[in-house]
Nanobody
């Protein structure tokens, strides 16, 4: 079992910044990747960013150049720095990972960007 605990999020004006963090714990030996998804009201959950054990990252096109995912370095912790936030970034952000072909999700944290 893997537990993901998120922190951060909140309310910010457009153009502002927020940071999210996620720590994994439990019966884990290694996690190939950790990442963030988000879900806006009435929309499907979408991948925002992911970081792999070797440091490789990938981002949704909509956040490239504005969001930065970091962490790992041998630890099961990941951070998402979100800059130049837009109202369309509003949603519930979920930390995600896989372990032994099982998906694990955090409880979700709300990010609201006002215009």
């Amino acid at each position: 079992q893997v537990q993901l605990v998120e922190s951060g999020g909140g309310l910010v004006q457009a153009g502002g910044s927020l940071g999210l963090s996620c720590a994994a714990s439990g019966t884990i030996d290694s996690l190939n990747f950790m990442g963030w998804y988000r879900q806006a009201p009435g929309k499907q959950r979408e991948l925002v960013a992911r970081i792999y054990t070797g440091g490789l990252t990938n981002y949704a096109d909509s956040v490239k150049g504005r969001f930065t995912i970091s962490g790992r370095n041998g630890k099961n912790t990941v951070y998402l720095q979100m800059n130049s936030l837009k109202p369309e970034d509003t949603g519930v952000y979920y930390c995600h990972t896989q372990h032994r072909n099982n998906n694990y999700w955090g409880q979700g944290t709300q990010v609201t960007v006002s215009s």
